[in-house]
């Protein structure tokens, strides 16, 4: 038997490191380094790792970013490190990309029954 982070190699005799960053095991979030008999997550630029060592927290990102957009409703990231506007339900976004503005309403008749997109 092995000890932990370790696996028996092909010989039954030796154990070996397994690397959980590319078993993708290691369950990090972003950035996960291998190391023998561990490994290690890391966050991008902005980010901080969180207490259970896998996560990255992004609130201090956010904050930053989302000061620069000045969005009307809300700001949330979208993809790895880009940040947009959204706004809430029923309003959509304005094409300057920060305002809201009230969603167009399509009414549809349908077998004598309006309806609603
Ligand atoms: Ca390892």
């Known amino acids: 038997m092995c000890r ?3 696996r028996l190699r ?3 005799k030796t154990c070996m490191d397994i ?3 590319a078993e993708q095991t290691s369950g990090c979030e972003q950035n996960c380094t291998n190391s023998v008999g ?8 902005g ?3 969180e207490k259970d060592n896998t ?11 989302c000061k620069k957009l000045t969005c009307e409703y809300g700001c949330r990231e979208e993809g790895a490190g880009s940040f947009v506007c959204f706004c809430q339900s029923g309003y959509v976004l304005s094409a300057d990309k920060t305002t809201c503005e009230g969603k167009q309403m399509q009414t549809w008749m349908f077998k004598g029954v ?3 997109f």
């Open 55 to 65: 996560s990255c927290d992004i609130s201090k990102r956010l904050d930053v970013e």
């Open 4 to 6: 932990d982070g370790y």
């Open 38 to 45: 561990s490994f290690q997550c890391s966050c991008n630029d």
């Open 10 to 12: 092909g010989d039954k």
């Open 114 to 116: 309006l309806w609603d």
């Open 47 to 49: 980010y901080t790792l």
């Open 19 to 21: 690397d959980e960053c």
